[in-house]
């Protein structure tokens, strides 16, 4: 499985803006995906994950309620949608794969996208 990450641009503070993941191969829906981000200086932190299998999700304390994570199996695509951007949400942003029934972890993740930029300007 290859990811492709789109979508990262500079915004502004209270903006919206959705950041798509494209997977090649027969087995994305086969596998569980995460959102993750990394922030200049900063480890890498989980976001949002959904299961392949029922859409289940899971989140971020610091994003609940603003961001919302989804996947088209047909179009092989995992979207974040983020809401209400602040500065602190400025980062890479990386989609993350990972077969079987777990959610995709930092460093339990089978597959990583390269990510794409999002900044929030003030």
């Known amino acids: 499985v290859q990811l492709v990450e789109s979508g990262g641009r500079l915004v502004q503070a209270g903006d919206s803006l959705r950041l798509s993941c494209v997977a090649s191969?027969?087995?994305?829906?086969?596998?569980?995906m995460g959102w993750f981000r990394q922030a200049p200086g900063e480890d890498r932190k989980f976001v949002a994950a959904i299961s392949w299998s029922d859409g289940t999700t899971h989140y971020a304390e610091f994003v609940e309620g603003r961001f919302t994570i989804s996947r088209d199996n047909a179009k092989n695509t995992l979207i974040l949608q983020m809401n209400s951007l602040q500065p602190d949400d400025a980062a890479v942003y990386y989609c993350a794969a990972r077969a079987g029934s777990l959610y995709p972890t930092i460093r339990n993740a089978d597959y990583w996208g390269k990510g794409t930029l999002v900044t929030v300007s003030s």
């Open positions: 191969g027969r087995t994305f829906r086969s596998h569980n």
